[in-house]
């Protein structure tokens, strides 16, 4: 127990906040983590106990790209009102696993391939706001506690999948290429006043999982413009 006790102080100790700073760069690159809003760079690189920020003081010029070319691991992840239309990028297919709240504010450019994950492993709620841009990335959720949504998830080109947990879409959509819910976990869909629309396939098992919102599939837009 107390070699328990010890290690959860350890992990605890080494949880922080890291802001990204010094215009474009490589995600794992120390020189571009601060441990404040346009702090000292050369704080190291983000884990999934960490919160990252990218925000007004992240960029001194317009059009920077942050590139991602490998798994990230984050606790929360957060872009506030950044400077100049960046981009935020990867050149082969990645995967983003958040493990807490996400808040997306402001003009970006995504240009991210992969999967973005939200994962937990513990109770309680994340409050979930990617924005209202249209990503290129599959969503999972797949984690204990609940997923509290405000604004829609827009992923037209992707697949959403629900694997465990429970989201709560707060009257907000769902649009995407492919939507999948058929795992044996627990999954609830708390989606009164909210559409789902799936451009190519709906897959569910209804065994253990509960919703209550209006489903359908329609033509993609590009076979919409040829017809």
Known sequence: ?????????????????????????????????????????GYGVPNQLDNIFIDKESFTKNSQTILINTTVNVNSFNILNP??????????????????????????????IGDVNLVSNTNGTKNINFGVWNWKTNFTINGQGSYNFSNPILTPSGTFTLTQGEVNLNSNDIVCNNFISNSTQKRKLISQGSDILAYNSWITKTNKFNYNCLLYTSPSPRDRQKS
Do not use: M, Q
Request: charged letters at 15%; aromatic letters at 14%; proline letters at 3%.
């Open 83 to 112: 400077l100049g239309n960046f981009i935020l990028k990867s050149s082969l297919p990645i995967s983003l696993n958040i493990y807490g709240d996400v808040e997306v504010k402001g003009e970006f450019i995504h240009d991210l």
């Open 1 to 41: 127990e107390t070699a328990l006790i010890s290690l959860l102080i350890f992990s605890n100790a080494f949880a922080g906040d890291y802001y990204w700073v010094g215009n474009g760069g490589n995600w794992n690159d120390p020189s571009h983590w601060s441990n404040s809003s346009g702090g000292v760079a």
